[in-house]
């Protein structure tokens, strides 16, 4: 059974600085990973989405990668600002019904 | 505008009841999705729904039912066989890889 892992489950960084967050998984035939951000008490948005033949996706400011041998990913944020504190989750896909979410990485960016 | 409507956004339930949380979308999928989420834990899939009429559960579907009579509606119930039913809920559809999600429902016990 697949299991998601993030670290750290919380982050505070100064405005501007430059961020990694990690997702982990154990089952490394993954269909896909994806990454979410939640603001408190809403719903999940879609950041980024990495097929299983992909290396990265860029967005913006973010840029997420994957390394299925490692069963690793992360999400890069450049220059961070205040309106990108929210909590970020990854999913690893097995199919399009057997998605398994880490439990987030909760992120603040002080002005 | 298009999206997922989820209501009530706060709900309460009372020892033994049932209570139904609804979760509407006007984005034409046909898949959907309910998962509840946990402070602390990732998203855990209740049931989801391929197509109009047809459901299958997910990892957590004791003490929930649902039902699919139409495309944009995916009613959940908590039944009182829920035992430990406060948590956020989640609703989401799918189109080709991605998911789409409501912004939850906050289900706490009295």
């Known amino acids: 059974k697949q299991e998601v892992t993030q670290i750290p489950a919380a982050l505070s960084v100064p405005e501007g600085e430059n961020l990694v967050l990690n997702c982990s998984f154990t089952?490394?035939?993954?269909?896909?990973l994806q990454w979410f951000r939640q603001d408190p008490g809403k719903g999940l948005t879609s950041l980024l989405l990495?097929?299983?033949?992909?290396r990265e996706q860029t967005s913006g400011r973010l840029n997420a990668s994957l390394d299925k041998s490692s069963g690793r990913s992360t999400l890069y944020i450049a220059a961070s600002q205040p309106g990108d504190s929210a909590t970020y989750l990854c999913?690893?896909?097995?199919?399009?019904?057997?998605?398994?979410f880490g439990a987030g990485t909760r992120l603040t960016v002080k002005p | 505008d298009g999206g997922i409507t989820q209501s009530p956004k706060y709900l309460f339930r009372k020892e033994g009841q049932n209570v139904t949380l609804s979760c509407e979308q006007n984005?034409?999928?046909?898949?959907m999705y309910w998962y509840r989420q946990d402070p602390g834990q990732g998203l855990r899939l209740i049931y989801y729904?391929?197509?109009?009429?047809?459901?299958q559960k997910g990892d957590i579907a004791e003490g929930y039912s649902v039902s699919r009579e139409k495309k944009e509606s995916f009613p959940l119930t908590v039944t009182s066989a829920q035992k430990n039913p406060t948590a956020f809920y989640l609703c989401?559809?799918?189109?080709?890889?991605?998911?789409?999600f409501g912004s939850g429902t906050q289900l706490s016990v009295l």
């Open positions: 989401a559809s799918r189109r080709s890889e991605k998911l789409f």
């Open positions: 089952d490394s035939a993954i269909y896909n």
């Open positions: 990495i097929q299983s033949s992909q």
């Open positions: 999913a690893a896909a097995n199919n399009n019904n057997d998605m398994r």
């Open positions: 984005l034409n999928h046909d898949a």
């Open positions: 729904s391929q197509i109009v009429n047809d459901f």
